[in-house]
T-cell receptor, first 117, second 112 residues
Framework: GAVVSQHPSRVICKSGTSVKIECRSL??????MFWYRQFPKQSLMLMAT?????????EQGVEKDKFLINHASLTLSTLTVTSAHPEDSSFYIC?????????????FGSGTRLTVV | AQSVTQPDIHITVSEGASLELRCNYS??????LFWYVQSPGQGLQLLLK??????LVQGIKGFEAEFKRSQSSFNLRKPSVHWSDAAEYFC??????????FGTGTRLLVSP
C-alpha cells in the first residue's frame, strides 16, 4: 500500500521548453505532497510542499515562477519546470504523506531524471 | 530547525560482515526518524521508521535501528551484509509529519 507513481522516469528537453512531471498516489489520498531535487551524489533538497487545493509553499531560494506546482486533486500533483535551462538538469523526486496523524509515514516516487540540452 | 548528520560519506563492508551506519540528528522535541535506501537512478525505499515506543526498530531486509535520545542518534545496523545491499542510505528526521530533512547520505560498497 501507499504507492506513489511518478512519470516520466526520464525526460530530455531542449533549453527554453517546459517539462511537466506527474506524481499520482495510487491507493491512498495524498493531501500533502513534497517535491525534492537531488543533484548527483548529493542529498535530497526540499523544493516545495503542496497541499491539495491550495498554493504550494516553496523553500527559500526556489523560484516559484520557474517550478510550478499544482495539486488539484487528492491523488495528483504536478511539477512543471518552465523555460528549462541546462542548470535545471537534475533528479526530481516526489513524496507523499500517508496516514496523517497515525503511524504512517512518507512514500516516494521513483524519480524523474531531467536533462536539458 | 531540525538537521541530520551522516558522518560517513562512504563505507565499504565485506559481504557477510556486520554493518552500522551512523546518523545524528538535531531537533528540539521527539523526532520522527527514518532510514531510506536508494539504488542508482531510483527513488527512495523506506527501510524503517521510529515514531515512539520501543527504541529498537526492526525494518525490512534484515535492517534494524536504535534510537538513543541521550546521544541524539539513530544508527542503522545489519548483522550480515549481502552484495545487494550496496546502495545509498539516507537518514531523515521529520517534525510533526511536516517536511523531512535528509542527511547527506552514506554510500555503502560491499566487497566480495
Amino acid at each position: 500500500g501507499a504507492v506513489v507513481s511518478q512519470h516520466p522516469s526520464r525526460v530530455i528537453c531542449k533549453s527554453g521548453t517546459s517539462v511537466k512531471i506527474e506524481c499520482r498516489s495510487l491507493d491512498f489520498q495524498a493531501t500533502t505532497m513534497f517535491w525534492y531535487r537531488q543533484f548527483p551524489k548529493q542529498s535530497l533538497m526540499l523544493m516545495a510542499t503542496s497541499n491539495e487545493g491550495s498554493k504550494a509553499t516553496y523553500e527559500q531560494g526556489v523560484e516559484k515562477d520557474k517550478f510550478l506546482i499544482n495539486h488539484a486533486s487528492l491523488t495528483l500533483s504536478t511539477l512543471t519546470v518552465t523555460s528549462a535551462h541546462p542548470e535545471d538538469s537534475s533528479f526530481y523526486i516526489c513524496s507523499a504523506r500517508f496516514d496523517p496523524g497515525g503511524a504512517g509515514g512518507y512514500t516516494f516516487g521513483s524519480g524523474t531524471r531531467l536533462t536539458v540540452v | 530547525a531540525q538537521s541530520v548528520t551522516q558522518p560517513d560519506i562512504h563505507i565499504t563492508v565485506s559481504e557477510g560482515a556486520s554493518l552500522e551506519l551512523r546518523c545524528n540528528y538535531s531537533y528540539g522535541a521527539t523526532p520522527y526518524l527514518f532510514w531510506y535506501v536508494q539504488s542508482p537512478g531510483q527513488g527512495l525505499q523506506l527501510l524503517l521508521k521510529y515514531f515512539s515506543g520501543d527504541t529498537l526498530v526492526q525494518g525490512i531486509k534484515g535492517f534494524e535501528a536504535e534510537f538513543k535520545r541521550s546521544q541524539s542518534s539513530f544508527n542503522l545496523r545489519k548483522p550480515s551484509v549481502h552484495w545487494s545491499d550496496a546502495a545509498e542510505y539516507f537518514c531523515a528526521v521529520g517534525a510533526g509529519f511536516q517536511k523531512l530533512v535528509f542527511g547527506t547520505g552514506t554510500r555503502l560498497l560491499v566487497s566480495p
